[in-house]
C-alpha cells in the first residue's frame, strides 16, 4: 500500500502564493505518476497537475504557467508551486498517486488539504 500525507494549505489573499507538500510512504516503488487534484464546494473533483515517473507533465488549462508540479524521487515528495493564486482556485487539494502491479492499477489519495483565496 501507499499511503500520501500532504501539508501547506491555507488561506492567502489573490495574488498570493503556497506551496503544497505531499510525502509518500509504503510501497512506493510501483508508482508511476503523481499529482494534484482538486474540488471546489458543489464541483467535481478536477485534474490540477500531474507528473510522470519520465518526467512528463500535465496541468489543466486554468493553472498552465501560474501552478508548477516538481517530484522529489529521493525524498518521495511531490510538490505544488501555487502562484498568482485567484479566487476560483479556492477548493480541497489532493494528492494522488498510481501504481500498478500485476497489470492492475491502484489510487491512492491524501487526505487534502484546504487551500483558500479571498480577500
Known amino acids: 500500500q501507499v499511503q500520501l500525507v500532504e501539508s501547506g494549505g491555507g488561506l492567502v489573499q489573490p495574488g498570493g502564493s503556497l506551496r503544497l507538500s505531499c510525502a509518500a510512504s509504503?510501497?512506493?516503488?510501483?508508482?508511476?505518476?503523481m499529482g494534484w487534484y482538486r474540488q471546489a464546494a458543489g464541483n467535481q473533483r478536477e485534474l490540477v497537475a500531474t507528473?510522470?515517473?519520465?518526467?512528463?507533465?500535465n496541468y489543466t488549462d486554468s493553472v498552465k504557467g501560474r501552478f508548477t508540479i516538481s517530484r522529489d524521487n529521493a525524498n518521495n515528495m511531490v510538490y505544488l508551486e501555487m502562484n498568482t493564486l485567484k479566487p476560483e482556485d479556492t477548493a480541497v487539494y489532493h494528492c494522488?498517486?498510481?501504481?500498478?502491479?500485476?497489470?492492475?492499477?491502484?489510487?491512492?489519495w491524501g487526505q487534502g488539504t484546504q487551500v483558500t483565496v479571498s480577500s
Open positions: 507528473s510522470t515517473n519520465g518526467g512528463s507533465t
Open positions: 509504503g510501497r512506493i516503488s510501483g508508482i508511476y505518476v
Open positions: 494522488h498517486a498510481a501504481e500498478r502491479r500485476f497489470g492492475i492499477k491502484y489510487n491512492y
